[in-house]
């Protein structure tokens, strides 16, 4: 069983950064490609940024390209978003993902394992 645990998560204004993490206790971390989805109020989830099992490859929305940078380390069991240029419009729920094997996806159908969220929240 994988058990995921998001932390970071917060209040900020517009402009500002957070760093998101997400520990994965107990796992062999690199047996998995991971992602991280947001979902705001009334909205479906969508996809921020996907990373594969080694880091070698780095997907991003384009909502977020050029302001979020993902990645991860095995050895430590965490994966990071680090969120700069915060708009308020990043303001949703931030939830790691993972999923067996090496292929990136873009579908939060295709993640077998979910963190708890953790909220963000930006004001202008």
């Known amino acids: 069983q994988v058990r995921l645990v998001e932390s970071g998560g917060g209040l900020a204004q517009a402009g500002d950064s957070l760093r998101l993490s997400c520990a994965a206790p107990?796992?062999?971390?690199?047996?998995?490609?991971m992602a991280w989805f947001r979902q705001s109020r009334g909205k479906d989830r969508e996809f921020v940024s996907a990373i594969t099992r080694y880091g070698l490859t780095t997907r991003y929305a384009d909502s977020v390209k050029g302001r979020f940078t993902i990645s991860r380390e095995n050895a430590e069991k965490t994966m990071w978003l680090q969120m700069d240029s915060l708009k308020p419009e990043d303001t949703a729920v931030y939830y790691c993902?993972?999923?067996?094997?090496?292929?990136?996806?873009?579908?939060?159908?295709?993640?077998?394992?979910w963190g708890q969220g953790t909220q963000v929240t930006v004001s202008s």
């Open positions: 993902a993972a999923k067996l094997g090496g292929e990136l996806s873009f579908s939060g159908d295709d993640y077998e394992y």
């Open positions: 107990g796992v062999i971390l690199g047996r998995y490609s």
